[in-house]
């Protein structure tokens, strides 16, 4: 019964620890927001050096409303 109990706690904890690589199921944390811009910031320097020109101005374009983003939620995060 111990083992089993064991188990199940196990497999939930590791479902809870999964959850987050499921659509959407990242939080939109000021820090996880960052993590995505600066993604897209090195596709785009990649982008450059390779002289891929159309498309560094998609990923200028993909970058700018998560720049917003950030601004918002770490301006909401410090009067919380």
Not at 8 to 14: D, Q
Not at 22 to 36: K, T
Not at 51 to 65: A, I, Q, S
């Amino acid at each position: 019964m111990i083992q089993l109990e064991q188990h199940l706690h196990a497999t939930s904890t590791s479902k809870f620890l999964m959850s987050k690589y499921d659509f959407g199921g990242l939080e939109q944390h000021p820090a996880n927001i960052l993590r995505l811009i600066s993604e897209l910031e090195g596709a785009y320097q990649l982008c450059k050096w390779m002289g891929f020109k159309e498309d560094m101005e998609v990923l200028d374009k993909m970058k700018k409303p998560y720049y917003s983003m950030y601004f918002k939620k770490k301006k909401e995060e410090r009067y919380k």
